[in-house]
Each structure stands twice: as structure tokens, then as C-alpha cells.
């Protein structure tokens, strides 16, 4: 292992000096790379620093208790040894799941989309209810939320809602969110209390920039109309929603939530570009799911990944079969706990399919 991370602390080095190189500084696609690559080697490189802290403590300690001329050192050098030889398996542990290649995506922004599935009003409800449960787990993490475009369901909540989520590493913490949720409960428009099951897609894509998507403006078709929904005067009387339609592949983004329609204009393109990087990642995930046959992250839109029941006041993430008895902090933001263990599953089938390619 010291010489994988002998190789990885060479490489730290290599990449120290690089950015702050003149060319390199002004070369903005490959600084943000080499700035994003020095900064998970960082993490590398201290656990490098503490794992040959342990390792020569544990010499050190050995030596101390051959030696066996002084009782009270040996003593001493008994409990480092023991300190060190529980560390360090866990130590290793940690360093081989960072040594997994990451995901170039998962550093990225996110666009998120809810749409309402089955289950009617009771369904935009529930898109409702998700989109605040993660509005509140962004805010948990210091992210930035920003609605793109929405459109309210009848009864309150959302046919269809699209946010982008602005922060570190939000498109690998909430690619594990794409799939179809479940909700099952009594409808607040149910009179006779039954309990009904609806469901509400979500779909995730990490956010694209310039550099990823060459769009060529004459393959966009761009229409102006009015806003709908809250915003005030301006807003609802003035042309500045914008709809861009993508010929080529028939893709549609539009933004009405900005009063200028420069700004909704450039939103609509941020989220054309991601959608169709999502297009190509799709194809490039597809096969090397394939090949490692991941269940986690599949990006399957239509696989219903989780459940929340009311009634017992219980959520399933039926990927990995985790179910957790604490519905109501679920909702209300606290899901960390579930795409802690989603990230490990992933992790420990990523590890077990390097050691069977070893």
C-alpha cells in the first residue's frame, strides 16, 4: 500500500506545481481539473502522512518491547503497539475506498427534476413534499438552491418542478436520488381514509459547462412567452420566460422564474447543455454498469427505488434493502444517513469488482 501511495504523493507534488504555473492558470478547463485532482490527492496524501505515523509507531513499539530493560517503557510501548495495530486496519480500510477512481461527474452542480408520476393530485402533493425534503437537506449542507422552472399542481404541490443545486460535490452525493419514489398514505383528499400509493420521479444530471456541450446556436429554436405563477406584475406581463427547443434531438428547456429574460435565457441553456451531457453519460454509465453490474446508481428512471409509509412511519430504499424507522427527520431533510449507505454499497461493489480484476 506505501508504494501505491508513494506514487499517489509524487503525483500530489507533480500537480502542486503545475497550477501554479502561468499556462496552466490561464487555461481555465484544465486548471479547474488540476485544482479538483489536487484536492482529492490532499485528502490522500494526509492519510499517506498518518498511515507511516502508525507504521513506525508499531516498529518503534516492537523494538521497545524486545528490548525488555525498562518495565515502565515497556509498558508504554505495549499500549502504543496495541493503539497502532487497531488503527491501522481501519486506516487501510479508509485509504483503499479513497483509492477508488471517482467519478469525474461527482464533483459537478446539479439540475434535479421532480414530475409527478401516478396518483393525481395526491402525486404533485408528493413532488411537493420532496422538493422541500431536499431544499432542507441542500440547506443542511450549505448548498444553494435555485427553481429553474415549475409547474404547480392543482392542489397544491408540483406537476413538475426543476432546480439547480450549487455547492462541493452535490452531483455525486445526489445522483443517488434519481429514480421513482414512492408515497404511501392517506391523501389529504381521501374522505374516506384509505391509503393511496403515488409516486413522483426524480432525475438528476450533473450540471454541464461551456466546455462539455458544443451547442450550435442554429440547431436551438428560442420562444418567448409569459411567466406563469407567482413573480408579481412584471413577470406575468412581460415576455421574459424563455423556451429553448434543441432540433437535433427535440429536447426542451425553458426558465420563467428570473424577471430578466437575458438571465432565464442562460439558465434555459445551462440546463440544455446539462441535459444533453446527461445524454452521453447515460450511454458511457449504461456500459460500465454493464460491466460491473451496479445496482446503486443505475440511473434506471424507471425503477422505484424507495418507499415512504406513512402509516409506520417508515422509509425502504429497496436498492439495498435499508429500511429506517424515522419518516417524519426523512422529510424534513435528513437523509444523509440513507446516501451514507448507498455511497458505501456502491464503494464496496467498486472494490470488489478491482480485487476480482487483481
Given at each position: 500500500m506505501l508504494e501505491k501511495l508513494q506514487i499517489i504523493k509524487q503525483r500530489f507534488d507533480e500537480v502542486s506545481d503545475l497550477i501554479i504555473q502561468p499556462d496552466i492558470m490561464t487555461d481555465q478547463k484544465r486548471y479547474i481539473a488540476l485544482n479538483k485532482e489536487y484536492k482529492d490527492l490532499r485528502v490522500l496524501v494526509k492519510k499517506r502522512e498518518e498511515y507511516k505515523t502508525l507504521l513506525d509507531n508499531l516498529a518503534e513499539a516492537e523494538e521497545m518491547i524486545s528490548d525488555k530493560s525498562d518495565p515502565e517503557l515497556v509498558e508504554m510501548a505495549k499500549m502504543q503497539y496495541d493503539e497502532a495495530k487497531t488503527r491501522i486496519p481501519k486506516?487501510?480500510?479508509?485509504?483503499?475506498?479513497?483509492?477508488?477512481?471517482?467519478?469525474?461527474?461527482?464533483?459537478?452542480?446539479?439540475?434535479?427534476?421532480?414530475?409527478?408520476?401516478?396518483?393525481?393530485?395526491?402525486?404533485?402533493?408528493?413532488?411537493?413534499?420532496?422538493?422541500?425534503?431536499?431544499?432542507?437537506?441542500?440547506?443542511?449542507?450549505?448548498?444553494?438552491?435555485?427553481?429553474?422552472?415549475?409547474?404547480?399542481?392543482?392542489?397544491?404541490?408540483?406537476?413538475?418542478?426543476?432546480?439547480?443545486?450549487?455547492?462541493?460535490?452535490?452531483y455525486g452525493t445526489l445522483k443517488f436520488e434519481a429514480g421513482v419514489h414512492r408515497v404511501q398514505r392517506?391523501?389529504?383528499t381521501e374522505t374516506q381514509?384509505?391509503?393511496?400509493?403515488?409516486?413522483?420521479?426524480?432525475?438528476?444530471?450533473?450540471?454541464?459547462?461551456?466546455?462539455?456541450?458544443?451547442?450550435?446556436?442554429?440547431?436551438v429554436r428560442i420562444d418567448f412567452f409569459c411567466s406563469s405563477g407567482p413573480g408579481?406584475?412584471?413577470?406575468?406581463?412581460?415576455?421574459?420566460?424563455?423556451?429553448?427547443?434543441?432540433?437535433?434531438?427535440?429536447l426542451v428547456a425553458q426558465c420563467q422564474d428570473q424577471k430578466s429574460q437575458h438571465k432565464n435565457k442562460e439558465k434555459a441553456f445551462k440546463v440544455l447543455r446539462s441535459r444533453l451531457y446527461e445524454i452521453e453519460l447515460a450511454k458511457r454509465n449504461e456500459a460500465d454498469s454493464a460491466k460491473r453490474g451496479s445496482m446503486v446508481s443505475s440511473g434506471d428512471r424507471s425503477a422505484k427505488i424507495r418507499t415512504y409509509n406513512y402509516s409506520q412511519g417508515r422509509v425502504t430504499d429497496h436498492r439495498i434493502g435499508l429500511t429506517l424507522y424515522d419518516l417524519s427527520n426523512i422529510v424534513n431533510g435528513d437523509i444523509q444517513k440513507i446516501i451514507d449507505e448507498l455511497q458505501l454499497a456502491e464503494n464496496t461493489q467498486k472494490l470488489k469488482a478491482g480485487d476480482d480484476v487483481m
Open positions: 486506516l487501510e480500510d479508509e485509504i483503499k475506498f479513497l483509492l477508488i477512481p471517482r467519478d469525474p461527474e461527482d464533483s459537478k452542480n446539479a439540475v434535479v427534476e421532480l414530475r409527478a408520476g401516478t396518483g393525481g393530485d395526491e402525486a404533485s402533493i408528493f413532488a411537493g413534499d420532496l422538493f422541500k425534503m431536499y431544499s432542507k437537506y441542500c440547506e443542511s449542507k450549505g448548498w444553494k438552491v435555485d427553481v429553474v422552472d415549475f409547474s404547480e399542481g392543482t392542489n397544491g404541490g408540483f406537476k413538475e418542478i426543476q432546480f439547480e443545486v450549487n455547492g462541493e460535490d452535490v392517506v391523501p389529504q381514509g384509505r391509503v393511496h400509493t403515488s409516486a413522483a420521479t426524480v432525475m438528476v444530471f450533473p450540471e454541464a459547462e461551456e466546455f462539455d456541450v458544443e451547442i450550435n446556436p442554429k440547431d408579481g406584475q412584471s413577470v406575468n406581463t412581460t415576455y421574459s420566460a424563455v423556451r429553448l427547443t434543441h432540433v437535433p434531438t427535440g
